[in-house]
Nanobody, 115 residues
Framework: QVQLVESGGGLVQAGGSLTLSCAAS????????MGWYRQAPGKQRELVAF???????TYSDSVKGRFTISRDNAKNTVYLQMNSLKPEETGVYYC?????????WGQGTQVTVSS
């Protein structure tokens, strides 16, 4: 079955950096687009970054130039490098795999940015 396991969250000061990882299994990873989403307290889940199976990337306007999404198909892992973090970027970060018929989500990893 499809599994997505995020890691790498934590507490960081404003201006700091974190790298999130998402290990995928249960499907042909290299053929699948992957995304990172964020859900802040009391808000809807929103797309942060997206990478296609041929490495084309898309970012939300608020993170362009600071965040980088990448993938390692040999490790079935997608990454999100986050630099210059802001307190308003606190939330739970989820990995997503859009598969035929449904989306799959990881359990999420908490990122807290202190001011």
């Amino acid at each position: 079955q499809v599994q997505l396991v995020e890691s790498g969250g934590g507490l960081v000061q404003a201006g700091g950096s974190l790298t999130l990882s998402c290990a995928a299994s249960g499907f042909i990873f290299r053929s699948n687009a992957m995304g990172w989403y964020r859900q802040a307290p009391g808000k809807q889940r929103e797309l942060v970054a997206f990478i296609t199976n041929n490495d084309r990337t898309t970012y939300s306007d608020s993170v362009k130039g600071r965040f980088t999404i990448s993938r390692d198909n040999a490790k079935n892992t997608v990454y999100l490098q986050m630099n210059s973090l802001k307190p308003e970027e606190t939330g739970v970060y989820y990995c997503n795999a859009a598969r035929p018929g449904r989306d799959y989500w990881g359990q999420g990893t908490q990122v807290t940015v202190s001011s």
